[in-house]
């Protein structure tokens, strides 16, 4: 292989692990490829345009998966310089300390990771000053300790979200500003980078003030002369040594061409699906089950939590235009009504009329759809799901995905919706409507057709799990395979449980963390 494709490191991917790893990595002077299949979001109106994004779909993979029963599969995911990150609502919450021991569910139990919080908690300051967190410490009751506040004040309520935040405490709850990530600076709206729209989750931003990937991350290190980006570059096969022990070479196809790299430490950061069927579509006479994976857990285990937008319509409007200020923990973990956790509450993006018009509608009485919207405070509510070595990812014979995915732990979440239900119903009287002010909470499903649960793959996880014992795990507690000397994963796909929390301040946590593991190994 010729010297000018020959490098140091190669990353593959640069969304939440690989662009953290890559800006980690790149002052270290060491030659650094990046390859990612995409190529940067065009920054164009419809970026913020909600029948773009969410009813055309147009920043979606095209790409076909299948399900169980060979039924196609439009994933919703990105492929993009940046990953997921350019598209993701930017919450960006730490683990609880909890979620790294074993933890009871009605379901089962959800297993220890191989390292403690401890372990984590420096990377995770870390992670929140590069991506810019803006959060109160010490307001959310399940927040781990940390070594450091917050870098940036949290983001301030609008009216309706505060009288919701008032209402809450009232009845004994404890709500929270949710931890950030926007370059927003309320002090100085004239020259703060974020102007606080409408279109931010689920939308890559505009105007670049979103502490996505690529604008954080994958663009400062490019600033190094020893960092170099290929997009459009999708790699399709890593081709081992004889003994198997290394990865030889980086398969990449490229404007129509095949092309090969290597590196003496390769990376790869995919996304926890594409990850584990690029192990999988790398099977070879050394590694007959797929690269790395003499354990067998290679795509198993697969978890995307389970997740519910919930519309609470009331009679009064919801004026309010950036609604993700507001979480609520306080069901977290068990409490004295129920003896097993139930999961999180916040919010998702404020909906309008045009992206519930996608799909067939099943209107509330006396409501139009962009009326509901109006109407509706949207909730995001997440539980956690399981690691079921049957919830797993596999490719067919031409190598393409097929995702296998049963829910489980399901009681929890549908415990949680009662109990917003409960909390919805006991708002204060409105002065206009008393409590008839409060119409029900509404499934988003019930008027978003299109919504194919399984296809919802934002929160994927799980797939190459890290562990110590090699017979459980493909990664060793440094995310590097067990079975080979040189290849790393760092994005989802480590996860041993999936908690249920968002999982990206934890994956850019951990790249930080296998970062510093990585300097050391490469001086
Ligand atoms: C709409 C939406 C909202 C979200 N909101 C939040 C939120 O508020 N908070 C939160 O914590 N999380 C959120 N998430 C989830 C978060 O974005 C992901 O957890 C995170 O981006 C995952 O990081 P990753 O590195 O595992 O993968 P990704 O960010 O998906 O990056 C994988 C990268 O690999 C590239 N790639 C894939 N296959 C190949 C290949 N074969 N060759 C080369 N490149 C390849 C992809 O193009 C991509 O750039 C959201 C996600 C979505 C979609
Ligand atoms: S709210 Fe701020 S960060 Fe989000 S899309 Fe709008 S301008 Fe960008």
Redesign the pocket.
Known sequence: MSRANRFDVII???????GTLAYALAPSGKRILI????DYVPREQDNWSTRAVNVEGKYQTKELWRDKDGEELHP??????????K???????RLRKEDFGDLRHYGGISPAWPIRYEDMEPYYTKAERLYQVHGERGSDPTEPPASGPYPFPPVSHEPRIQQLSDDLRRLGATPFHVPLGILLDEKNRRKSKCIRCLTC??HPCLVNAKSD?QVLCVDPALEHPNVSLLTN???SRLETSPSGREVRKVVVQRDGATEEYSADVVVV????I?SAA?LLRSANDRHPNGLANRSDVVGRHYMGHVNSVLMAISKCPNPTVFQKTLGLNDFYFASKDWEYPMGHISFVGKLDGVTLSAGAPRLVPGFTLDLMAKHSLDFWLTSEDLPDPDNRVTIDREGNIVLTYAPNNEEGHTRLVAKLEGLMKQQAKCLAHGHECHQGLFARNLFVGQRIPLAGV??QNGTIRFGRDPKTSALDVNCKAHDLDNLYVV??SFFVSSAAV????T?MANALRVGDHLLERLR
């Open positions: 593959i991917g640069t969304g939440a692990g690989g390859l990612e299949r995409g919703h995911t990105n492929y993009y310089v940046g990953g997921n990150t598209f993701y609502g930017a919450a960006l919450f989750d689920g990937a570059a999708y790699v950061s995919c996304g926890a594409n690029l934002a929160h994005d989802a968002n999982p990206a301040l994956i």
